[in-house]
């Protein structure tokens, strides 16, 4: 079956400090992953996606299909940073999206 | 730079009410999408919609829901006779990409309350 885990509901780091939002997948095919955020009180954005291999506001995401996982990572934390997190599993051949339950990020002064 | 937009963004209905929900997707997008978000729960794929009809929906997207492209530029989804369950709030997006699901646009989603 196709499923996405985000295991952390919450992360809290200090301003300056290493994020990172875990990621991991079940999909026995080719996945196309991607990274959404969700400010608060906005829509959901794109953020990432592995295909483009981009950073953005300084987040980067490897996947890594031995460990069926696509974390999040940025060295050093923002405050406006703080947002909700999901992570979302595209399979080939479909044209929907499986996300993950979220992790809301927390960035403190 | 264009958005998905969806109306109205709050809507309260009595249980056994039908319900539509708006949606203008992106002009040259092709690919349109519903999902919902019950509070504290993931997002929930519906429903796919390309070229006038379904292309794919979800075990969720039973007999009490549809969706309809009534003109070039809305897209509606409807509730037929609204459940308690039913209180979520949904998501609205769009793609271009053909051939897999690409980088959906997501409207700002409508909360839907059924008392």
């Known amino acids: 079956a196709q499923r996405v885990t985000q295991p952390e509901k919450l992360l809290s780091v200090f301003k300056g400090a290493p994020v990172e939002l875990k990621c991991n997948y079940s999909?026995?095919?080719?996945?196309?992953l991607f990274w959404y955020v969700q400010y608060s009180r906005q829509r959901l954005q794109l953020l990432l996606r592995h295909i483009s291999r981009e950073s953005i506001k300084g987040f980067t995401a490897d996947l890594n299909k031995g460990e069926t996982s696509f974390h999040l990572k940025k060295p050093f934390a923002q405050e406006e940073d703080s947002a909700m997190y999901y992570c979302a599993l595209g399979a080939s051949g479909t044209y929907k999206y499986i996300f993950g339950t979220g992790t809301r990020l927390k960035v403190l002064a | 730079e264009p958005e998905v937009t969806q109306t109205p963004s709050h809507q309260v209905t009595q249980m056994g009410q039908e319900v539509i929900l708006r949606c203008v997707p992106i002009s040259n997008h092709l690919y349109f999408y519903w999902y919902r978000q019950i509070l504290g729960q993931k997002v929930e794929f519906l429903v796919s919609?390309?070229?006038?009809?379904?292309?794919?929906k979800s075990e969720i997207f039973d007999d009490q829901f549809s969706v309809e492209r009534p003109d070039g530029s809305n897209f509606t989804l409807k509730i037929r006779s609204t459940k308690l369950e039913d209180s979520a709030m949904y998501f609205c997006?769009?793609?271009?990409?053909?051939?897999?699901?690409?980088?959906?646009?997501f409207g700002p989603g409508t909360r839907l309350t059924v008392t």
């Open positions: 919609f390309y070229n006038n009809e379904i292309s794919e």
């Open positions: 997006a769009s793609s271009v990409i053909f051939g897999g699901p690409g980088e959906q646009y």
């Open positions: 999909y026995s095919g080719s996945p196309e």
